[in-house]
């Protein structure tokens, strides 16, 4: 997509950072990317089509609030519709990705990593320049691939609004 630099619409610690890409909105459609799967397989927005999609990006499953958002999506997936997916990207190698879902009992998110070309980074607008992490963001993609929900989280290790997540998954699966 495009090399875009919002520079302090992310922090850590407090301390400004660099976004790379664009601002997505609701209404807009949802940018392809290449991310790889646990088995090192390539996956593309295309390959999650049909389903309404509950897509986080994290720093790292490797630090206590991803730890904790990760596991709460997790848990709340149970209560989801078949036609949701819940899906989870980060940095991590897919050998790290994996590993940490086996320890944490995740079994309900799916988890790509978006380290061999941070393409989801870049096109969803959440890749921090100075540390090459993906920023905290939470996106709702309906079955026809446009964004219902939007939240990037300004401060890295701030937690997303569970609720305003949960809210716009419930609204696309009572119609």
């Given at each position: 997509?495009?090399?875009?630099?919002r520079?302090?619409?992310?922090?850590?610690?407090?301390?400004?950072l660099?976004?790379?890409?664009?601002v997505l909105?609701?209404?807009?459609?949802?940018?392809?990317?290449?991310a790889?799967?646990?088995?090192?397989?390539?996956?593309?927005?295309?390959?999650?089509?049909?389903?309404?999609?509950?897509?986080?990006?994290?720093?790292?499953?490797d630090t206590?609030?991803?730890?904790?958002?990760?596991?709460?999506?997790?848990?709340?997936?149970?209560?989801?519709?078949?036609?949701?997916?819940?899906?989870?990207?980060?940095m991590?190698?897919?050998?790290?990705?994996?590993?940490?879902?086996?320890?944490?009992?995740v079994?309900r998110?799916?988890?790509?990593s978006?380290?061999?070309?941070?393409?989801?980074?870049?096109?969803?607008g959440?890749?921090?320049?100075?540390?090459r992490?993906?920023?905290?963001?939470?996106?709702?993609?309906d079955?026809d691939?446009?964004?219902?929900?939007?939240?990037?989280?300004?401060?890295?290790?701030?937690?997303p609004?569970?609720?305003?997540?949960l809210?716009?998954?419930?609204?696309?699966t009572?119609v």
């Amino acid at each position: 997509m495009s090399d875009i630099e919002r520079h302090g619409d992310v922090t850590f610690k407090s301390e400004p950072l660099t976004a790379v890409g664009p601002v997505l909105k609701v209404g807009d459609k949802a940018p392809d990317f290449k991310a790889l799967n646990n088995a090192l397989e390539v996956e593309t927005l295309a390959s999650t089509r049909g389903k309404i999609r509950l897509i986080t990006s994290v720093p790292s499953l490797d630090t206590p609030v991803c730890d904790t958002e990760t596991r709460r999506f997790n848990k709340e997936a149970v209560s989801f519709s078949s036609d949701v997916e819940v899906i989870t990207i980060s940095m991590d190698l897919p050998f790290a990705q994996k590993r940490w879902c086996a320890v944490a009992g995740v079994d309900r998110v799916r988890t790509l990593s978006d380290h061999r070309d941070a393409s989801f980074g870049k096109n969803w607008g959440v890749l921090v320049k100075e540390l090459r992490l993906l920023q905290r963001a939470v996106f709702v993609v309906d079955k026809d691939d446009t964004i219902r929900y939007v939240e990037y989280v300004k401060e890295i290790g701030q937690e997303p609004n569970y609720y305003a997540a949960l809210n716009a998954i419930k609204c696309l699966t009572d119609v």
